[in-house]
C-alpha cells in the first residue's frame, strides 16, 4: 500500500513540474477556453470558408476536438508543444477515432506551417505580436484568423464577439489580406 501511495506521489509530482516547466518556458499555462468562447470561435470558423483550421497551442484539445466532431469534412491541425496536454490531445482523438484531425508535437513559431483558412488562438499579447509579424512575413498564412481574448496589433477584426463568461473577455476575427503591413 505504501508503494502504491509512492508511486502516486511521484507521479503526481513529475505530472506537476512538467505543466509548471512548459507554462513557463512557453509563457502560458495549457488553460482551455471557456465553453461560451468555444461557441463564439466555432461559429466564427463556419463563417471562415471549409478550408483547415489550425489551433495555434491546441492544448487538451478540447477546440480541435469539438470542431473535428462538428465538421468531419473539414481538416484541422493543432500544434502542442507541452507534452502532457499534447499527449491526453492524442488519446482523445483515437479514443473518438477523429481521422480529420491531425496534432502536432511541435512549437508552431518554427514550424513550416501549411496554409490555413483559419487560425486559432488563445495565447497571450507577446505571442500576439509576434503571430502578427509572422503573418506580415507571410511566413504565417491564413485567410482568417480567430483569437480568444488577445487582439492581434494594429489590425482592425472584422468581428468581435464580447462573451459573458467569467473572463468576460472577447473572442476576435480577422481577415488576413496580402496588403496588410
Ligand atoms: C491557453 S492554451 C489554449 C488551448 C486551446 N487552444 C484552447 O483554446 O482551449 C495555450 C496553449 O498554447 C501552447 N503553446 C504556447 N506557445 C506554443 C508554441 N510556440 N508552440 C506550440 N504550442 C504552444 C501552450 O502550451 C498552451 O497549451
Redesign the pocket.
Known sequence: MITFHIFLLIFTVLITVSLVY??VK????????SSK?YNAMMALADEAGTGPII??????G??VIRIAKRNPNRQIIG????FL?WFTSILLKNLLGLNNLTLHR????NTNLPAASVL????YPE?MNRINNKLRLKEIKGDFLIS?NFALPSRRPCKVIPLEDFYKSPVYLYEIHEEDT
Open positions: 512548459s507554462s512557453l509563457g502560458i499555462s495549457p488553460m482551455p477556453s468562447a489551433d495555434l497551442g491546441s492544448g487538451w478540447n477546440f500544434y502542442e508543444l507541452s496536454p511541435k512549437d508552431f513559431y486559432v488562438c488563445y495565447l505571442a480568444n
